[in-house]
């Protein structure tokens, strides 16, 4: 740190040779294994027995007394990095891909840099960088410690989670110890009792996961976010909202500028755009944010291009695909959101995640890695957690979604009692479910919603999915575009909150229950009146009163979205009464084949073009349209009734 850090000792070349005495200390060759040869060789240790030796290492390199006041120089010397260390650094940047900036990220820097070297001593600043998931947040953090030492400027880099700082002083090291690249590194609660204005520049990383206060306890200093701010000259907090995941986190962007403000603080924003992660696509971030009900965007399918998103059913099969992407450039990982206890940490021989139906089990990420778990060598046998992952990224990502995200009634829902206990992140929650109960459960959705938003977006290239929950899992698939062949999903008619009755009682068919027919067996029943067995009965609730003409059909394919989608239960109404113009209808037509069903059964938006026969009298059909509402699929045009008949009229699909 001297060497590193001391005007005195880079200006007037003070030679420094660092020793250890330890005069109590009796030899027993733990202290002095050859474990610890590097820092031996660098300061010698020196034990009980040994002062002579001592007195030889002095007489060695102190050849005069000190008349200049050295000791008083370092004591007093201005605090700056030292040219070899801005050296290395830059030098290792130059040698890491991982670290190049593009786009906007290079106008933060910019920016960032321009502040810095115009701080004045009266005028604290405080620049504010919102990002979302690979928007380059920790890329511009790295490149600006490194280019804020370049000017002299005393900078450290700080996150409240060790994960990120201990990944990227690994990264980094090399050309540096990495006792030396560490002192780069720090945790946001160490800044309590310092002096005012002791750093030029604080780069706050994963602002978000601030608290209010440090300590193990929460019970240090008064705020976290004022202190960062006294204890430098120009503070640079990185922000992402929506990647608040613990029941403590206060670092919203809002909140830091009123805190910055109340202590006379010039704040500056920035926004960081453009996507680097998840292939680059800014669709799946908008889709994913639909999907969990984060927020509504735009983006309610997934195209198969935009990004390579899948659901899978068999937990073994997206276990053998993470160790085979794995097996590239060890960046794929499993992670889990936090519903299963850490039992394998007291107990070795257990497995933590278990699913007996497939006869797996793994354990969470073990303590061996530490928060270098991401990047471990052997760390794919274990699941890491969002405490482990959050800041970090790999190439492919597998998601197991536990019970403490469901889908129910068409909508995302979050259960924060299936967390586990162990999870920290919702200590206190059922404390305040008492007191308030919907101020508890609105802080646990957010909790949960952003969790899982944070794993799905770790991977730049991949992120494959295993639910707990099967409504979930189809749901999730239901909202791809490309059906994909990982993924076995199981039948609609499989799903927990839709059953199918074998059969039912004579007093509630058609008025509870109706039947379930195939495309072509309903098209038998109601077109040419034949006797056909239903598939079973299904409880319908919410399209009025029920009678014998009405019946349930799975739908097939994707033409009729977004009012119908596939494998959808919906309601139909046999003998059409009225004008048929304009409604989705099912059809049988036995000289067309539909794409969609390989046969001559059809769910279309009836439309007709007619002529006027002046010598009848009577309109007479040219020609009918059935048009899907997908503009992907092409109409079906029937220029001839023969083999043509409209069984029944569309009422309602049956929702989950």
Known sequence: MIYNFNS?????NITLKPCAYLHNYNPDNVITNKLYKYYIDKAPVFLKPDAFKLREFIKNHIKYGDNKDILYKIENGRIRPSKQLVDSLSSMLQGNTEFIMIDDQKVVLETAMSIAKKLKPDKKQVLIVEGGPGTGKSVVAINLLVNLYENGLVTKYIS?????REVYSTKLSGVKTKTEISNLFGGT???IDIEPNTFDVLLVDEAHRLNLKSGLYQNLGDNQIEEIINASRFSVFFVDDDQRIHIKDVGSCKYIESIAKKNGAFVSKLKLESQFRCNGSDGFLSWLDNTLQIKETANIKLSSNEFDFKVFSDLNELKRIIFEKNQINNKSRLVAGYCWDWISSKDNTKTDINFPEFNFGMKWNLKKDGSKWIIGDDSVNEIGCIHTCQGLELDYVGVIVGDDLRFENNSII??????SSNDKSITGIKKLIKENKPKALDIADKIIKNTYRTLMTRGMKGCYVYCCDKNLAYYLQSRIEEINLNLKVEKLLEIDTIRIEPTVNDDVKYIDFLPLYSLKAACGAFGEWQTVNEDGWVKVEGVGRLNRNMFVVKATGKSMEPIISDNDLCVFRANVVGSRNNKIVLVQHNNYID????????????TSE????????????????LKPLNIKYKPIIIEEDDGFLVVAEFVSVIKI
């Open 8 to 12: 005195t000792v880079q200006d007037d």
């Open 160 to 164: 409240k989670n060790s994960a990120p």
């Open 189 to 191: 609660g160490s800044f």
């Open 414 to 419: 979050t259960d924060v009692l299936k967390r």
């Open 595 to 606: 794409s969609e069903n390989q046969g001559s059964y059809s769910i279309k938006k009836y």
């Open 610 to 625: 007619k002529s006027f026969d002046k010598e009848t009298g009577e309109w007479q059909h040219e020609k009918i349209i």
